[in-house]
Nanobody, 122 residues
Framework: QVQLVESGGGLVQAGGSLRLSCVAS????????MGWFRQAPGKEREFVAA???????YYADSVKGRFTVSRDNTKNTVYLQMNSLKPEDTAVYYC????????????????WGQGTQVIVSS
């Protein structure tokens, strides 16, 4: 069983920055791609960013140029650096472990964290 624990969310003003972290249990972290998704109130969960074992990264168009995903395999941790935050970035952010397939499809992720709330005030 894999456990993913996110942290780093909070309240920030528009234009500000936050860095989310997601720590994974287990010894196989480096063998899997990892992704970040978010869900705003009343909306479906949407893809934000992903990073593969090779280091390749993928971003949703809405965050490209503002968010950066990275990983530290020595710490079993994946990060999401969020800059130039906008009110529309307000959501619960989830990290997840990829189990093949498309980076942007939540069905291709098999383990999920509990989420961390990000609120961006205008």
């Amino acid at each position: 069983q894999v456990q993913l624990v996110e942290s780093g969310g909070g309240l920030v003003q528009a234009g500000g920055s936050l860095r989310l972290s997601c720590v994974a249990s287990g010894r196989t972290f480096s063998s899997y791609g990892m992704g970040w998704f978010r869900q705003a109130p009343g909306k479906e969960r949407e893809f934000v960013a992903a990073i593969w074992t090779s280091g390749s990264t993928y971003y949703a168009d809405s965050v490209k140029g503002r968010f950066t995903v990275s990983r530290d395999n020595t710490k079993n941790t994946v990060y999401l650096q969020m800059n130039s935050l906008k009110p529309e970035d307000t959501a619960v952010y989830y990290c997840a472990r990829r189990n093949g397939g498309d980076a942007r499809d939540s069905n291709d992720y098999d383990y999920w964290g509990q989420g961390t709330q990000v609120i961006v005030s205008s």
